[in-house]
Antibody
Framework: QVQMVESGGGVVQPGTSLRLSCVASGFTLSNHGLHWVRQAPGGGLEWVALTTSDGSYIHYADSVKGRFTISADISKNTLHLQMNSLRSEDTAVYYC?????????WGQGTMVTVSS | QAGLAQPPSVSKDLRQTATLTCTGNSNNVGNQGAAWLQQHRGHPPKLLSYRNNNRASGISERFSASRSGNTASLTISGLQPEDEADYYCSAWDSSLSAWMFGGGTKLTVL
């Protein structure tokens, strides 16, 4: 079964760090674009970051540039998002998504709450 | 990064046809086209179509997408209760090197 499963969300204080993981099964991360997309409570979708499986092509949304780092561990078929200097506005459900034909496979999401 | 423009809400009667729009510019929608996603409350998004008019695997023929210039459209025919959801368009912006999402349209089936 083709699926992606996120983990690592939680409640953290502003200024701290969190690392999200997304394990893929039923397919290999190789040869796919891999994304993190977030959705604030009651809000719309916001693209966060993109990497190719080999890390040769990486882009970030302006809102997270310099604070978040996306990476892929092909040996573990896992996508990561290292989030530093977290802010209240980073509170959202974070989804990982595969880009084969656009965003064709999504995880169920993991909730990140940044609050003092 | 400015997003793509979608009407916040659309309401249509059961079995009628709804057309949702998504307006961008020549660097995003007008360049490589748009994808459409459907999201029911509490669930992750689901891909409906990509690059304007390619229907994703397993998606009903009642869903069709098109593009004219910088505006993409999603047409849903024979509306069913299960079509009530939020619909998002998405496109790669070549000038910003960023993926853009529309603000989403909440479709209500009356």
């Amino acid at each position: 079964q083709v699926q992606m499963v996120e983990s690592g969300g939680g409640v953290v204080q502003p200024g701290t760090s969190l690392r999200l993981s997304c394990v893929a099964s039923g397919f290999t991360l190789s040869n796919h674009g891999l994304h993190w997309v977030r959705q604030a409570p009651g809000g719309g979708l916001e693209w966060v970051a993109l990497t190719t499986s080999d890390g040769s092509y990486i882009h970030y949304a302006d809102s997270v540039k310099g604070r978040f780092t996306i990476s892929a561990d092909i040996s573990k078929n896992t996508l990561h998002l290292q989030m530093n200097s977290l802010r209240s506005e980073d509170t959202a459900v974070y989804y990982c998504a595969r880009e084969s034909e656009s965003f064709d496979i999504w995880g169920q999401g993991t909730m990140v709450t940044v609050s003092s | 990064q400015a997003g793509l423009a979608q009407p916040p809400s659309v309401s249509k009667d059961l079995r009628q046809t709804a057309t949702l729009t998504c307006t961008g510019n020549s660097n995003n929608v007008g360049n490589q086209g748009a994808a459409w996603l459907q999201q029911h409350r509490g669930h992750p998004p689901k891909l409906l179509s990509y690059r304007n008019n390619n229907r994703a695997s397993g998606i009903s023929e009642r869903f069709s997408a098109s593009r004219s210039g910088n505006t993409a459209s999603l047409t849903i025919s024979g509306l069913q209760p299960e079509d009530e959801a939020d619909y998002y368009c998405s496109a790669w912006d070549s000038s910003l090197s960023a993926w853009m999402f529309g603000g989403g349209t909440k479709l209500t089936v009356l």
